[in-house]
C-alpha cells in the first residue's frame, strides 16, 4: 500500500492513538503542521479510499482508527528502499551510510549486536 509523506504524518498520530475524530487529528498535529482541517480531511478521506485506516459513526462524527500496521508499512517502505536503491540488499545500504560518517558508534555497537544475535539463532538451527 502506497501512503504519501503527508497520509503518513496523519497515520503517526492514528497509530499512537486511536479511534480519533477528524478535530483531533487537526489538534495533535497543530504543533506540527500548518494544516487546515479540510486538509486533514482530505488525507483521512485518501487513507479510508486505500483501506488504510478506517471510520466508525460516533454521533454526528466519524472516529478514525488504522487499519494498516505500522510494522507492515515500515517493512513495505524499507524494503521498496532496499529494491530501488541497493539491489534488495542492506549490506551495501549500510556501506553507504558508513562511508558518508551517518553511523554513530552506538549505531555501529547495536549492528555488531544485531549480528551477534543472528550468529547465535543461526547456530542454535
Known amino acids: 500500500m502506497q501512503i504519501s509523506e503527508a497520509e503518513s504524518v496523519v497515520m503517526e498520530v492514528l497509530w499512537q492513538r486511536s479511534p480519533l475524530a477528524a478535530e483531533d487529528v487537526v489538534a495533535a498535529l497543530a504543533d506540527r503542521q500548518d494544516w487546515q482541517e479540510a486538509t486533514v480531511k482530505t488525507l483521512l478521506n485518501r487513507l479510508l479510499n486505500k483501506g488504510a485506516i478506517e471510520a466508525g459513526k ?63 539463532a543461526d547456530d542454535q538451527r
Open 58 to 120: 460516533d454521533g454526528r462524527r466519524y472516529l478514525y482508527s488504522p487499519k494498516l500496521r505500522r510494522e507492515d508499512w515500515v517493512m513495505g517502505e524499507s524494503e521498496g528502499l532496499l529494491a530501488r536503491l541497493f539491489d534488495g540488499r542492506v549490506a551495501p545500504l549500510v556501506a553507504h551510510f558508513s562511508q558518508h560518517r551517518k553511523l554513530t558508534p552506538d549505531d555501529v555497537a547495536e549492528l555488531r549486536r544485531l549480528i551477534d544475535d543472528m550468529e547465535s
